[in-house]
């Protein structure tokens, strides 16, 4: 078998004129790539008839799968009876105030506010808007510049991507000069070197040195996933999140627990820094709040914050026409209620997280599997060229990529991200399709190590 990675080429419906997000538009015209148009359950299906499990989640989003009609029933419903006004200027609609209310019904106890954006981009933009406006309405406006980490992700607007630590990304656009990268903590590369315990310790630190080096009186707020998700599923020993608690809190600096992926169950629990335990100042969240059927994204704001911004100090000059948007909202509201009215947040941490867990490690002991990693309901499998180390079977990732490709050729969504292939499965799979899953991936492993050379 050759070691071209098979292509995800499929025709498509495609005359050519849509530019696809983080896509190589030269690459895409000589490949072409998929079309979906249906949606069923867990499975995607694409323009040719093909059905795949979507390992995915859209992006992300679909924790609840695609066929949720009281969701569907809520948007139409909003639709016939006001499909929008905006919220500026003292205004809103109903529908944006029922789902605020209930974002706090689910959200830790101290968040009783809560800021609506379209995306989970706009919401950490707004993030930066609030952490300086916090410390200017507190007379302290040299607090102004932000700490991130590397190989984060937190969207594609300036200000997200500035708070990204993406390379690809930095290297096409110019940065905010106010704000700063420190380590991840990434384990598994120094495997056989470095403890998990040692990453944790060494990646806090260098955020204790970050904000000593610019100074705490300057440092207004420090970003992170709970669980990295874009940048490779890395889930940070657990010795990683009490530090970095104790560092911020020990210098005035905010938390922001960036949640757009791990909130809404994807860990086992509401809220990422709840299955980590510990207490954020500001929450983004977006995608699985509609269950990814319309464009919502948000920032739910502590009581620190908020009594601080609501208290005095004239207008906040921030939001978007399509802050709080009517038919969005009602879809949040319908998904959230989703969520309160069944088990399956109770069923995803009693059993579910354990399933999967289970179902993945299997993988472990296969030749070219490396560490396989899982939380919740997301998983990680680092492809190697021998079990028990770090090496890579092939530059740029070629392994990774060929397996991908054959995974989704073969029925199965997965994502690869450097030498890693990631899952984030509807948190609604079934024990049945778990083991689909891990079949096809089986499957994609044992191509990839035959088309690279290695006996599996
Ligand atoms: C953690 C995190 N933050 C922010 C974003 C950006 O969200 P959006 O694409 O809705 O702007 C993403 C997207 O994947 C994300 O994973």
Redesign the pocket.
């Known amino acids: 078998m050759s070691t071209t990675a098979p292509s995800a080429t499929h025709n498509t419906l495609e005359s050519g004129t849509f530019l696809h997000p983080f896509t190589d538009f030269a690459e895409y015209k000589n490949q072409g790539g998929k079309t979906y148009v249906r949606g069923e359950g867990i499975f995607i299906i694409d323009h040719l008839g093909n059905r795949l499990l979507d390992g995915m989640s859209g992006?992300?989003c679909t924790n609840l799968g695609y066929s949720q009609d009281s969701i569907k029933t809520a948007i139409t419903e909003q639709l016939d009876r006001l499909p929008f006004y905006n919220s500026f200027f003292n205004c809103t609609t109903d529908s944006t105030l029922r789902l605020a209310d209930r974002m706090t019904e689910i959200l830790p106890e101290a968040f009783n506010h809560v800021f609506f954006t379209n995306?989970?981009?706009?919401a950490?933009d707004t993030n930066i808007r609030l952490v300086h406006r916090y410390f200017d309405l507190l007379d302290q406006p040299q607090k102004k510049h932000i700490i991130a980490r590397t190989n984060g992700?937190?969207?594609?607007t300036i200000g997200?991507a500035s708070l990204g630590g993406m390379k690809g990304m930095h290297d096409q656009m110019q940065r905010l000069p106010y704000v700063h990268h420190v380590e991840q903590p990434y384990s598994f590369p120094h495997l056989g070197a470095q403890t998990p315990e040692d990453i944790g310790q060494q990646a806090a630190q260098s955020l204790a040195d970050k904000i000593d080096e610019l100074g705490p009186e300057n440092v207004a707020a420090f970003i992170a996933?709970p669980i990295q998700?874009?940048g490779g599923v890395i889930i940070p020993p657990d010795n990683y999140w009490p530090l970095i608690v104790d560092i911020c809190q020990s210098r005035d600096v905010l938390l922001i627990s960036?949640e757009?992926?791990c909130g809404f169950g994807r860990t086992g629990q509401w809220w990422g820094c709840q299955t980590f335990n510990f207490e954020p100042d500001l929450i983004?969240f977006?995608?699985a709040v509609t269950n990814g059927y319309q464009a919502l994204?948000g920032v739910a704001v502590s009581d620190r914050i908020a009594k601080v911004v609501t208290a005095s100090g004239g207008e906040f000059t921030h939001g978007f026409t399509y802050s709080g948007h009517p038919v969005a909202c009602a879809a949040g509201d319908a998904t959230v209620k989703i969520y309160q009215e069944t088990d399956l947040l109770e069923t995803i941490s009693s059993t579910q997280q354990h399933v999967w867990a289970k179902a993945l490690s299997t993988l472990s002991t296969h030749p070219i599997v490396g560490e396989v990693r899982s939380k919740g309901m997301l998983g990680a499998v680092e492809l190697v060229r021998k079990s028990g180390s770090a090496i890579r079977i092939a530059p740029d990732a070629a392994a990774a990529v060929f397996c991908r490709n054959y995974a989704i050729q073969h029925g199965l969504m997965a994502r690869q991200v450097g030498d890693s292939l990631i899952l984030s499965p509807p948190l609604i799979i079934t024990t049945d399709e778990i083991e689909q899953l891990v079949t096809g991936l089986r499957a994609a492993l044992d191509a990839t190590a035959t088309a690279f050379g290695i006996a599996s």
């Open positions: 992006l992300w995306s989970g981009s706009e950490n992700y937190h969207g594609s997200s996933e998700g874009a960036d757009v992926i983004t977006a995608k994204g």
